[in-house]
């Protein structure tokens, strides 16, 4: 049964090649959705997958790429999927306030 996770990473996290390899880590892992930068220097993901794939995807997100410094990661659940087909890099600002 998949799950579907809210994601903010906050930290030393734009400017290091956070959302790209958050975008690979995600293909490997069969996880859909996206990640865009926040205009207050945080990431944000939504991430729909199996439970098992979604833990080491977070487990990613604690760590980031080489580069990233992550202070803190927020997860809330949803009990909504939205079906996403793939996983996408957003940028910010163009989907409104989501």
């Known amino acids: 049964m998949?799950?579907?996770?809210?994601?903010?990473?906050?930290?030393?996290?734009?400017?290091v090649w956070f959302r790209d390899s958050t975008k690979a880590v995600a293909n490997q892992l069969g996880i859909t959705g996206f990640v865009r930068n926040e205009p207050d220097g945080s990431v944000y993901a939504e991430a729909e997958g199996i439970p098992l794939n979604l833990d080491q995807f977070l487990e990613w997100c604690h760590e980031g790429p080489e580069r990233a410094s992550v202070e803190n990661v927020e997860v809330q659940e949803s009990e909504v999927l939205q079906g996403f087909?793939?996983?996408?890099?957003?940028?910010?600002g163009i989907f409104g306030p989501k």
């Not at 087909?85 to 910010?92: E, G, L, P, T």
């Open 85 to 92: 087909s793939d996983f996408v890099v957003r940028k910010k």
């Open 2 to 15: 998949k799950k579907h996770l809210n994601i903010r990473i906050t930290g030393k996290v734009q400017g």
